[in-house]
T-cell receptor, first 109, second 114 residues
Framework: KNEVEQSPQNLTAQEGEFITINCSYS?????LHWLQQHPGGGIVSLFM???GKKKHGRLIATINIQEKHSSLHITASHPRDSAVYICAVSEGSGNQFYFGTGTSLTVIP | KAGVTQTPRYLIKTRGQQVTLSCSPISGHRSVSWYQQTPGQGLQFLFE???????NKGNFPGRFSGRQFSNSRSEMNVSTLELGDSALYLC?????????????FGPGTRLTVL
């Protein structure tokens, strides 16, 4: 049983395209994080959501608590956006996270 | 401000040996979490320490253990290594130790068990 499902698993886009990555979860959560992992392993936290919508530059993240669903959007995609994007959720107040399997994004110039 | 550091970055061990990995959080951060990442299972939570106390533990065997020191630095230990323990081990620190706090990840330690 996987508490967090992501789709798609792999995504190839042309530079400039609008990209959407989806995350569905089955547990009640206190927080949802979107993470970005570049080749070589380094992970960067992009967003933390507990409700609503957040925007940072070309990245937008939304969450629907009732539907247990979150989306990460990248507007005007760029080759430097190529990375694995991972959704992580926490049930309790601490830092015990369940992770999605990740979406591998490749943006072609 | 220095980021999260992990040592060593690469490690090769043989089955049956034990290993200790180290994580130094960002200065002022009291929460340190450990994760295992493998191609087959993805990222999995190992345990979390906050102010020297283990707060949460993932579903891993007792061979995996950890501790946190008074300066918030943390170590994790794996005893009796198995081939399946080959993985990237990541630690993350956060200031308040709450799930809504931003998590800062270290570069990871890549462990290979032969």
């Amino acid at each position: 049983k996987n508490e967090v499902e992501q789709s798609p698993q792999n995504l190839t886009a042309q530079e400039g395209e609008f990209i959407t990555i989806n995350c569905s979860y089955s547990v009640g959560i206190s927080a949802l994080h979107w993470l970005q992992q570049h080749p070589g392993g380094g992970i960067v936290s992009l967003f933390m959501l507990s409700s609503g919508k957040k925007k940072h530059g070309r990245l937008i993240a939304t969450i629907n608590i009732q539907e247990k669903h979150s989306s990460l959007h990248i507007t005007a995609s760029h080759p430097r956006d190529s990375a694995v994007y991972i959704c992580a959720v926490s049930e309790g107040s601490g830092n015990q996270f369940y992770f999605g399997t990740g979406t591998s994004l490749t943006v072609i110039p | 401000k220095a980021g999260v550091t992990q040592t060593p970055r690469y490690l090769i061990k043989t089955r049956g040996q034990q290993v200790t990995l180290s994580c130094s959080p960002i200065s002022g951060h009291r929460s340190v979490s450990w994760y295992q990442q493998t191609p087959g299972q993805g990222l999995q939570f190992l345990f979390e320490y906050f102010s020297e106390t283990q707060r949460n533990k993932g579903n891993f065997p007792g061979r995996f253990s950890g501790r946190q020191f008074s300066n918030s630095r943390s170590e994790m230990n794996v005893s009796t290594l198995e081939l399946g323990d080959s993985a990237l081990y990541l630690c993350a620190s956060s200031f308040g130790g709450y799930s809504y706090n931003e998590q800062f990840f270290g570069p990871g330690t890549r462990l290979t068990v032969l």
